[in-house]
T-cell receptor
Framework: DAGVTQSPTHLIKTRGQHVTLRCSPI?????VSWYQQVLGQGPQFIFQ???????GRGNFPDRFSARQFPNYSSELNVNALLLGDSALYLC??????????????FGAGTRLSVL | DQQVKQNSPSLSVQEGRISILNCDYTNSMFDYFLWYKKYPAEGPTFLIS?????DKNEDGRFTVFLNKSAKHLSLHIVPSQPGDSAVYFCAAHTHGSSNTGKLIFGQGTTLQVKP
């Protein structure tokens, strides 16, 4: 089975631009979470979606938004990019309601560089 | 406020010896703890987990110990192998609604296992 897939793998944008990152969860997983990891730090929670509804939001500005589609894939959108948005963006999927509900499985991430 | 802390940025051990990675937390409401391993250019890979109602979980060479009174957990790797060299993240799960929740990560510890 395929794991969590993210696209693109790398992205270079300039300040003020908009970016869309994409994620496909593990087959059968209905929950998708997004994390931001800056160099030298652990991943920081941005959003969680379950059954196409936002179920949690971290301490990020409104420039960050996300959505989940009927096939459980997800997009993370960031508007008005700032230099500080440069980071590795990680998507994780999980299967709430099962014995492994608390385990989140991560994709390889999208490396975003804002110039 | 760093709710999950890994106070050792790096650890170096000899092949065959034990590696002990430590993690402290502040929130007594965390219900599940996980360890992830991360190689460069890859996403975090789930390693082992423990429920807050247990004090030990073992999986092959990996054992996680939880001391709730001290709000401390540790990951033991025995014997350590060069392929274990990676960044290790401790994460705590906090419950949301409807079986959803988020992970709060520590800053990571870089483990180097020398041949």
């Amino acid at each position: 089975d395929a794991g969590v897939t993210q696209s693109p793998t790398h992205l270079i944008k300039t300040r003020g631009q908009h970016v869309t990152l994409r994620c496909s969860p593990i087959s059968g997983h209905k929950s998708v979470s997004w994390y931001q990891q800056v160099l030298g730090q652990g991943p920081q929670f941005i959003f969680q979606y379950y059954e196409k509804e936002e179920r949690g939001r971290g301490n990020f500005p409104d420039r960050f938004s996300a959505r989940q589609f009927p096939n459980y894939s997800s997009e993370l959108n960031v508007n008005a990019l700032l230099l500080g948005d440069s980071a590795l963006y990680l998507c994780a999927s999980s299967s709430p309601g099962t014995g492994t509900k608390n385990i989140q499985y991560f994709g390889a991430g999208t490396r975003l560089s804002v110039l | 406020d760093q709710q999950v802390k890994q106070n050792s940025p790096s650890l170096s051990v000899q092949e065959g010896r034990i590696s002990i990675l430590n993690c402290d937390y502040t929130n007594s409401m965390f219900d599940y703890f996980l360890w992830y391993k991360k190689y460069p250019a890859e996403g975090p890979t789930f390693l082992i987990s423990i429920s807050s109602i247990k004090d030990k979980n073992e999986d092959g060479r990996f054992t996680v110990f939880l001391n709730k009174s001290a709000k401390h957990l540790s990951l033991h790797i025995v014997p350590s192998q060069p392929g274990d060299s990676a960044v290790y993240f401790c994460a705590a799960h906090t419950h949301g609604s409807s079986n959803t929740g988020k992970l709060i990560f520590g800053q990571g510890t870089t483990l180097q296992v020398k041949p």
